[in-house]
């Protein structure tokens, strides 16, 4: 299997050459074919280990896209909400006005009434 392997990758040593020489026409076969075998495994694997990281990836952009809109939503009813506070702060302090005013009102009325 290391003949094949230097072999794959282009390397022919002396020895090796010693050991091809030695080798019948079915053996080279034979060991080809269980290297091709081997890349093609292998090819295949990555294939299909290449296909469930997109799969994973669709998933996740698809999550990202719905927490988007998602929160686009949440920012607007935020929005809202604030309004909300607001209109009702400010009717607060319109009232509180009204009522310092009836009180200062209710307190000079008591005044003149003891005097």
Do not use: F
């Not at 390397?11 to 026409?25: G, S």
Request: proline share 1%; charged share 30%.
């Amino acid at each position: 299997m290391q003949l094949l392997a230097s072999v794959a990758k282009g390397i022919i040593t002396p020895q090796d050459e010693k050991l091809l020489a030695n080798r019948t026409d079915i053996e080279a076969i034979n060991d080809s074919m269980a290297l091709s075998i081997q890349c093609a495994s292998s090819v295949s694997n990555m294939a299909r280990r290449l296909q469930v990281r997109g799969n994973e990836v669709q998933e996740l952009r698809t999550q990202v896209l719905n927490l988007q809109r998602r929160n686009r939503s949440l920012q607007q009813e935020n929005k809202e909400l604030k309004k909300l506070v607001d209109s009702y702060a400010n009717d607060m302090e319109k009232r509180y006005s009204e009522l310092e005013m009836n009180t200062n009102r209710l307190q000079e009325q008591q005044e003149s009434l003891l005097l």
